[in-house]
């Protein structure tokens, strides 16, 4: 089993920076894929960024150049550094960990609330 919990949301003014952390515990591999999507209201949940176990990463056409995702693994910590940020960027972040060996799982932690306003 493995847990996900997310800090660092919060609410900021357009242009402002947040960074979010995903911490996990439990049984780990360093092949798991770890990404980040959001779910404003009424919405759906969408994918923002996410990193693969080789560094590989890949972000939601809307967030290119502003935000950056990385892991320390040392920590089994993942970060999303949120710059620029925008009205529309308002939603609730999750952190997912995805995984297809040695078998298919797939882990969600809490989410956290980010609300970028004036």
């Known amino acids: 089993q493995v847990q996900l919990v997310e800090s660092g949301g919060g609410l900021v003014h357009p242009g402002g920076s947040l960074r979010l952390s995903c911490a996990a515990s439990?049984?780990?591999?360093?092949?798991?894929?770890i990404s980040w999507s959001r779910q404003a209201p009424g919405k759906q949940r969408d994918l923002v960024a996410s990193?693969?176990?080789?560094?590989?990463?890949n972000y939601a056409d809307s967030v290119k150049g502003r935000f950056t995702i990385s892991g320390d693994n040392a920590k089994n910590i993942v970060y999303l550094e949120m710059n620029g940020l925008k009205p529309e960027d308002t939603a609730v972040y999750y952190c997912?960990?995805?995984?297809?060996?040695?078998?298919?799982?797939?882990?969600w932690g809490q989410g956290t609330q980010v609300t970028v306003s004036s």
């Open positions: 439990g049984v780990l591999y360093n092949t798991d894929t």
């Open positions: 997912r960990r995805q995984r297809s060996w040695p078998r298919p799982a797939d882990y």
């Open positions: 990193i693969t176990f080789n560094g590989n990463t």
